[in-house]
């Protein structure tokens, strides 16, 4: 499995069945699932903390990329889940977004 050909829904059946197989649903209500996003974000956040900008870049690709790459996951997985517990479609979501942002921020108002 990779970016290039796995789809959203692949990755959401793949990590349903991880929690099914495990009787996790029954503690993962809405609230509990964005309280763990925002847990895992903070520890993404914590493996940068006290780096300038330049730095970050070469944070994200030393001996910790591991690291890195499994807080990205913990949080992508919490999102595919919440998006799973509250029937919300992510593709179509992040389109609708896009589409807000584009109107909001038209390349000759807003570039650079």
């Not at 009787?23 to 993404?44: C, R, T």
């Not at 799973?84 to 390349?107: G, Q, S």
Request: hydrophobic share 40%; proline share 2%; charged share 30%.
């Amino acid at each position: 499995m990779n970016d290039s050909i796995t789809t959203i829904q692949e990755l959401k059946e793949k990590f349903k069945k991880l929690v099914d197989d495990r009787d996790w649903a029954q503690f993962h209500s809405p609230k509990n699932i964005v309280m763990d996003i925002a847990i895992e974000s903070a520890e993404l956040m914590e493996k940068f903390l006290w780096y300038d900008c330049t730095e970050s870049y070469q944070v994200a690709q030393s001996h910790i990329k591991e690291d890195i790459a499994d807080e990205v996951a913990d949080i992508f997985t919490s999102l595919l889940n919440f998006c799973e517990v509250t029937n919300i479609d992510l593709a179509t979501a992040t389109i609708n977004k896009m589409k807000k942002i584009e109107a909001k921020y038209p390349i000759e108002k807003a570039k650079g």
